[in-house]
Every structure is written in C-alpha cells, then in structure tokens.
C-alpha cells in the first residue's frame, strides 16, 4: 500500500458539475495535507490546505479532512475547463517536514 | 514577492556529462527542499536545507547526487555522472521556519528543471 494514495484518473467531469477527487494516507498522526494543482509542464501551485477535520471552503474549492479515517477530498464546484489539470495530494508523514506525494489525478473538465 | 526560480528551465545532456541545476528560494524562506518527478511515477523527495544546513537527505538516490547550499541562499544540485535514469523533472520547494502558526510550513514550488539523459 502506497503512503499516499490517490485514484490516478483520468476523471471526466462535465463544465459546471462538481469534482470530487479523493486522497488516503497511511500515518494516522499527520497533521497538514494540502492539495496542489499542476498544468502540464508547470510547478505545482498550492490552491488548498486543511489542518483540522471538516470542511475548509475557498471560493469553488472544498477541501473536506476525515483523520480517524486517514482521508482528505477536494471538491470542485461548478468546473470549469480551465480546472483540467493534474491535482496532486501531498501530505508530510511521521513528524517528517517533507512532503509525501500521491501519483495524482488528473482531471479533465469537458464543455 | 517573486517566486521560487529555477534554472535552467531544460537540460539535455549525455550519459556520462555532468549537469549542475540551480534554485532560489523565496527570499526569506529557510526551508528549501529538492523533489523529482520521473516519468509515470510521483513526485518524490531528495533533500531538505535548513538555511546552509542539510536537514534530511534520505531521498538522495546516490553520491552522484550533491546539493549545497552556501551562506543559505541559493542551492545548488550536481549530478556526476549524469545516467540515463536520471532524467525526469528536478522541482525545488521553499517555505519558511515553523513558528507555530498554522499554514506556516507550506511549501512553495518553482517551476521544475526538466533534465534528459541521453
């Protein structure tokens, strides 16, 4: 089992639905998760993070944290096409400062 | 505030050369951190600076990996001799020291050197 894991896609949703991408992660004592958007060929640009368990809203985006179940999801309201990217989660593991990756799931937004 | 940097942008070198790819953190960001991404697979970690200081460097695949980072600035990372598995997408990430506060250890990261061994 991976210490991060992410269902890698591709997922198709259509323009205006919601996106619901899901991540499961082995230590049950990680405390930050954050969820990264890369288009393809670029740096991975931070659009969330979520330190507690519930629901952390930021404009379309919904980052929702279960730690007894190890699992953090994001939601996209109303996709846009320019949300088709690669959306990777990263959390630190085991007290560590760097970052633990899942393969990422790349998201296609269709009009 | 300008971003994480990198450079260069691409590397193209042949198995055996030797390629030196350069960072440069956020100003004022202590933390500076190497990832690599090969194709197909995540994105995962190489090293860890605190300031000048090597803070973890478990992920280093090998000693033809060496990363410096004088006076705690900029960082440097060398690969000597360059092998073809090499090749894939070297990100570099910075964040401040913790203090405590909440959202404070988020990473920031620049736009990756793309490396191809020949």
């Known amino acids: 089992q991976k210490e991060v894991e992410q269902n890698s896609g591709p997922l198709s949703v259509p323009e205006g639905a919601i996106a619901s991408l899901n991540c499961t992660y082995s230590d049950r004592g990680s405390q930050s998760f954050f969820w990264y958007r890369q288009y393809s060929g670029k740096s991975p640009e931070l659009i969330m993070s979520?330190?507690?368990?519930g629901d952390k809203e930021d404009g379309r985006f919904t980052a929702q944290l279960n730690k007894a179940s190890q699992y953090v999801s994001l939601l996209i309201r109303d996709s846009q096409p320019s949300d088709s990217a690669t959306y990777l989660c990263a959390v630190p593991l085991f007290g560590n400062e760097k970052l633990t990756f899942g393969t990422g799931t790349r998201l296609t937004i269709i009009p | 505030e300008a971003g994480v940097t990198q450079f260069p942008s691409h590397s193209v070198i042949e198995k055996g050369q030797t390629v030196t790819l350069r960072c440069d953190p956020i100003?004022?960001?202590?933390?500076l951190y190497w990832y690599r991404r090969v194709m197909g697979k995540e994105i995962k970690f190489l090293l860890h600076f605190v300031k000048e200081s090597k803070q973890d460097e478990s992920g280093m695949p090998n000693n033809r990996f060496l990363a410096e980072r004088t006076g705690g600035t900029y960082s440097t990372l060398k690969v000597q001799p360059a092998e073809l598995e090499d090749s894939g997408v070297y990100f570099c990430?910075?964040?401040?020291?913790?203090?405590?506060?909440?959202?404070?250890?988020?990473?920031?990261f620049g736009p990756g050197t793309r490396l191809t061994v020949l």
């Open positions: 990430a910075s964040s401040a020291l913790p203090t405590g506060i909440v959202g404070t250890d988020t990473q920031y």
């Open positions: 979520i330190y507690s368990n």
């Open positions: 100003s004022g960001h202590d933390n």
